[in-house]
């Protein structure tokens, strides 16, 4: 009762200044973009992590010295960053999506959900540009550094896992957070392929309400309250972990 109370009174107050909350006071409307909340802040959740452990393979990879393994990551992100990620999702949706339905013997038997192709899509996408970030702070490490722990016996990967990357993500912890903000914003495009994310759901309700605005100005507080929230975290876990005379 008292829920019902406050949001009739939050829809009266913002009646007055012309904006147009009513569809909170129906259950169906109401719950369509409730959930589209929860399935963005559920995309964010599940792409930071993904994002920054193939991130953190993708540099490996480029730094390895191997062209068995940094040719095929290169091309893939040379690939994945210079082409927008609304095509790729719905070139993986529409095309590989299609291929792996046939494989199976139909839709129906099909795993893969919009879901699914969003959080590859925009995960692998934004690995990418983690990985040249992370690529760049291990090149920066000081040779005299890498040298010094090959010289106690430390082989190629003890180096790569003790020495570079620790370091390389003090470096490239700005360039890091920068992405994830940007990761923030591309969960949008899962509206393209009917995920229902805020803005998927948000279009859903000013379909039939003619109320864009009013939404358009939840969807915009939304997404900068959650992207200040990423930006001060990067820049406490920045200061925690900065080295007094390595660049930062």
Request: aromatic content about 10%; overall charge neutral.
């Amino acid at each position: 009762m008292q829920d019902t109370s406050m949001t009739s009174l939050f829809v009266n107050l913002t009646n007055r200044l012309g904006l147009n909350y009513e569809f909170l006071a129906t259950g169906y409307e109401a719950q369509i973009w409730r959930d589209g909340f929860i399935t963005t802040l559920y995309l964010i959740a599940l792409l930071i992590p993904v994002s920054l452990i193939v991130g953190l393979l993708f540099a490996a990879c480029l730094t390895s010295g191997k062209p068995w393994l940094s040719t095929p990551v290169r091309a893939f992100v040379e690939i994945t960053r210079n082409t927008p990620t609304l095509v790729q999702l719905m070139f993986s949706f529409l095309v590989l999506n299609t291929f792996v339905s046939n494989l199976v013997g139909g839709t129906q038997n099909n795993p893969l959900t919009p879901f699914f192709w969003v959080v590859a899509v925009v995960g692998l996408h934004i690995a990418a540009l983690h990985a040249e970030a992370i690529r760049a702070g291990i090149e920066a490490v000081p040779s005299a550094t890498v040298e010094a722990a090959r010289g106690i016996g430390f082989s190629t990967l003890q180096i790569l896992r003790y020495v570079e990357v620790p370091l390389a993500l003090r470096a490239s912890l700005p360039a890091i957070v920068n992405n994830l903000i940007n990761l923030v914003k591309l969960t949008t495009v899962g509206n393209a392929i009917a995920v229902s994310e805020i803005t998927y759901a948000s279009i859903m309700v000013w379909t039939q309400r003619d109320n864009v605005v009013s939404l358009m100005i939840v969807i915009l507080l939304f997404f900068s309250i959650i992207n200040l929230a990423v930006a001060r975290i990067g820049l406490w876990v920045e200061r925690k972990l900065a080295i007094p005379g390595y660049g930062l």
